[in-house]
Each structure stands twice: as structure tokens, then as C-alpha cells.
């Protein structure tokens, strides 16, 4: 069985620029996590859907960060435009149902430049 | 404020010394607990969880962890270090069933050979 899969491992983006990360989780979990973690910090919740809807968006820091999941799938999220203090790992995680095991994506490295 | 503590940012042990991380939590009720890993390059695993039940916890790679409601504590432990075991691991906490995790800050490991 796939795991969860981030993509772009690795993305080096100017500031002002606009980067769309993806995340595939895996097949038939409904529930998919946003999570970022910025140098020297924690790792911070951003969003959750479960299936196509947004079922908490608490940790979005504001409005530049937009997520989508169309149709329930695969999962993006995109910074527009992005600044300096966006740079961090941001990772995906998917599980079946209220109560399951988060897993976790290997995460993508943004820097913001 | 709700929290989740790992007290020692960096640790280092020699090979096959006993380990011990620690991890404090507050909150008013008992959540869900977790202990992850990050190797290098890697996203994150799970050692184990917690839910409920027999307070002593066995999770992969020989780790285990015991949780402590008196001290709001859930220190993972392994009694013989592998130099494979270098990373970072991460104590992690679940409110409620589906909710989000919140992380410590992380406990580097370090083993010397």
C-alpha cells in the first residue's frame, strides 16, 4: 500500500511568488491534515478536510494560504504570494476516521528567498 | 494554555545505553498520545500511541513509553540505543478522536559510537 506523498520535495521560490504544494494521501482516508513547521518551532496544525470539506481550518495563518481537495482526493495548498516567513517543511497526513492513526507525508521543504 | 513539552532540545547517548525522552502535556482532560520519528529525509513515523488501557506502551523498534496521569507525562524509553536510532522524535497530543495533533518541539538524538 502507497503511503502519503508530498510533492515538490524541495521548492525554492522568490518572495512575491506563488507556490502550490500536493498531497496524494492514502487511498480511502477521508480525513487529511496540513501541517508546517518553520525553522527552530514546532510543528504546527494548519487545516483538516474530511473528504472534500474543510472541517478546520483554525492554524491557516491568513489569507495568503488557500487549500483545496477536490472531489476528495488528492489534497493542494497554495501560498500566493509567499514571504520570507513562509520557509519551512510543510507536511501532509491522512487517516480513515475520527480515532485512527495519523501518517504522515515526507513533507516539502519550501524556502522563501 | 494548552500545551505539549519536550524538555530537551538536543540528547546524546552512546550505543547501547539505555534512553529516556521526555514529554509533558497540559490539558484538562487526558488526550490521545503519540511519540513520532523523523530520520533524515524521511517524514514522520509512528512508534506508538496511547488511548487507553494498560499504561505501558510497546511500539516499534523496541521503543516503549509510559503514561503517567499524576505527572501529565508520557516519556518514551528504549533500554539499548542502535545507531540507527539517530533522529528526531517528536511527543505528539489528540484532544479529541479526528481532531488535530499538537507536537512538542522536538528531541534531537544524537549516538555516539
Known amino acids: 500500500e502507497a503511503g502519503v506523498t508530498q510533492f515538490p520535495s524541495h521548492s525554492v521560490i522568490e518572495k512575491g511568488q506563488t507556490v502550490t504544494l500536493r498531497c496524494d494521501p492514502i487511498?480511502?482516508?477521508?480525513?487529511l491534515y496540513w501541517y508546517r513547521r518553520v525553522m527552530g518551532k514546532e510543528i504546527k496544525f494548519l487545516l483538516h478536510?474530511?473528504?472534500?470539506?474543510?472541517?478546520?481550518e483554525s492554524g491557516m495563518p491568513n489569507n495568503r494560504f488557500l487549500a483545496e481537495r477536490t472531489g476528495g482526493t488528492y489534497s493542494t495548498l497554495k501560498v500566493q504570494p509567499a514571504e520570507l516567513e513562509d520557509s519551512g517543511v510543510y507536511f501532509c497526513?491522512?487517516?480513515?476516521?475520527?480515532?485512527?492513526?495519523?501518517?504522515f507525508g515526507p513533507g516539502t521543504r519550501l524556502t522563501v528567498l | 494554555a494548552q500545551s505539549v513539552t519536550q524538555p530537551d532540545i538536543h540528547i546524546t547517548v552512546s550505543e547501547g545505553a539505555s534512553l529516556e525522552l521526555r514529554c509533558n502535556y497540559s490539558?484538562?482532560?487526558?488526550?490521545?498520545l503519540f511519540w513520532y520519528v523523523q530520520s533524515p529525509g524521511q517524514g514522520l513515523q509512528l512508534l506508538l500511541k496511547?488511548?487507553?488501557?494498560?499504561?505501558l506502551v510497546q511500539g516499534i523498534k523496541g521503543f516503549e513509553a509510559e503514561f503517567k496521569r499524576s505527572q501529565s507525562s508520557f516519556n518514551l524509553r528504549k533500554p539499548s540505543v542502535h545507531w540507527s536510532d539517530a533522529a528526531e522524535y517528536f511527543c505528539?497530543?489528540?484532544?479529541?478522536?479526528?481532531?488535530?495533533?499538537?507536537f512538542g518541539g522536538g528531541t534531537r538524538l544524537m549516538v555516539k559510537p
Open positions: 478536510f474530511v473528504k472534500e470539506s474543510k472541517q478546520d
Open positions: 490539558y484538562g482532560a487526558t488526550p490521545y
Open positions: 496511547y488511548f487507553s488501557g494498560d499504561t
Open positions: 505528539a497530543v489528540e484532544l479529541n478522536a479526528g481532531n488535530m495533533l499538537t
Open positions: 487511498s480511502g482516508h477521508d480525513n
Open positions: 497526513a491522512s487517516s480513515q476516521g475520527p480515532g485512527s492513526t495519523q501518517y
